[in-house]
């Protein structure tokens, strides 16, 4: 449960937070120190979460819900993290784009698997779950831009 929340996590939080934060500031510095944010504050803030949430079912041993924090914890750091590599490496505008394809392909390869161990359709998983991540974009960009076009 762990990862596969941390990981969804990571990948939609950190795009909307990036695609909003180009949109409404241009700015390296805050796009950097969104995704660090993310990696950190978020991630304690997820595992905390998914432990609370454990420990409130009264159905889990306290190894297993230790365990959902930690993998909660480590893979929304790692996934968010790995989008600070583009900014750093491209223009800004560029560096969005390809974080958008990374996550998207990150997002559609762990809902193949997903969709492979439910017997589901594929497509159909995929399809659902990158949907919600481009409705996600789409709304944080406009919100970035109407910010922007605020101050």
Do not use: C
């Not at 993310?38 to 889990?60: K, M, P, Q, Y």
């Not at 914890?73 to 560096?95: E, G, H, N, T, W």
Request: aromatic share 10%; no cysteine.
């Amino acid at each position: 449960m762990g990862i596969s929340f941390g990981l969804t996590s990571g990948i939609i939080t950190t795009l909307g937070l990036m695609v909003g934060l180009e949109s409404g500031t241009h700015s390296r510095i805050a796009v950097l120190s969104g995704i660090l944010t993310i990696a950190i504050a978020d991630a304690f803030s997820d595992a905390l979460g998914i432990h609370v949430s454990e420990e409130s079912e009264n159905r889990h041993p306290a190894k297993e819900i230790w365990q959902s924090t930690l993998f909660t914890f480590l893979s929304k750091l790692v996934v968010a993290s790995s989008f600070i590599l583009p900014v750093l490496l491209f223009r800004l505008p560029v560096a969005v784009m390809v974080a958008v394809i990374w996550g998207f392909s990150l997002l559609a390869g762990f809902s193949y698997l997903i969709a492979r161990a439910e017997r589901a359709k594929p497509w159909a998983v995929i399809g659902e779950h990158l949907l919600i991540a481009a409705a996600v974009i789409a709304t944080t960009y406009g919100l970035g831009y109407l910010i922007q076009g605020i101050s």
